[in-house]
């Protein structure tokens, strides 16, 4: 094998190197921005769902469809003492 069949493997080897080396962490790099996303839209729809519950009880209380929350430990009371 001559001296320029040595360089070219050699160069090419060194460039199959690299890009495995910067595929390998690209993908790294890519899951742990994904994984942070993905955490980041839960925490914030899991937000966004318990603001709209608090609200929608809030109107229900207000409508008279449900009892309030002193109400309710009211009633709760109340039955305690007669059971």
Do not use: N
Not at 65 to 83: F, N
């Amino acid at each position: 094998m001559g001296l320029t069949q040595k360089i070219l493997l050699f160069t090419s080897a060194l460039v199959v190197a690299l890009v495995g080396i910067t595929l390998a962490f690209t993908t790294a790099q890519a899951d742990r921005l994904a994984r942070a996303t993905i955490d980041e839209g839960l925490h914030d729809t899991r937000d966004i769902l318990q603001a709209c519950h608090k609200a929608a009880l809030e109107l229900y209380e207000r409508k008279g469809i449900i009892p309030s929350a002193d109400r309710t430990r009211e009633l709760i009371t109340r039955w305690e003492r007669i059971g």
